[in-house]
């Protein structure tokens, strides 16, 4: 049974920093494509960062590029979202998702809130 688990979200005023993890399990992780969504209320899921099966390309939103950083440590089969430069339009659920690399079924976690806000 694939499991990911979101944790690290919270509240944090403008300007601020997060880590986001996720850690998999029931996969074979170090094969799948990684990825960081998000949805605001009232908005639609968005992609927000994702990164290859051994970190080799990264991909970033234009919204967050110079301020989101995506890795992963395979070891540990978890990936990671580092934020910087929080914003207030940067409050979502943030949700991580897994697919294999030649594969099309995709899992997700239950998500994460993250608010910023002073």
């Known amino acids: 049974q694939v499991q990911l688990v979101e944790s690290g979200g919270g509240l944090v005023q ?5 880590r986001l993890s996720c850690a998999a399990s029931g996969l074979t992780f170090s094969r799948c494509v990684m990825s ?4 605001a209320p009232g908005k639609e899921r968005e992609l927000v ?3 290859t099966s051994y970190g080799r390309n990264t991909n970033y939103a234009d919204s967050v590029k110079g301020r989101f950083t995506i890795s992963r440590d395979n ?11 929080l914003k207030p339009e ?3 659920v943030y949700y991580c998702k897994a697919r294999y690399e030649y594969g099309l079924t995709e899992y997700w976690g239950q998500g994460t809130q993250v608010t910023v806000s002073s």
Do not use: C, E, F
């Open 14 to 18: 403008p300007g601020g920093s997060l």
């Open 36 to 39: 960081w969504y998000r949805q």
């Open 49 to 51: 960062a994702s990164i």
């Open 75 to 85: 070891a540990k089969n978890t990936v990671y979202l580092q934020m910087s430069s």
């Open 90 to 92: 940067d409050t979502a």
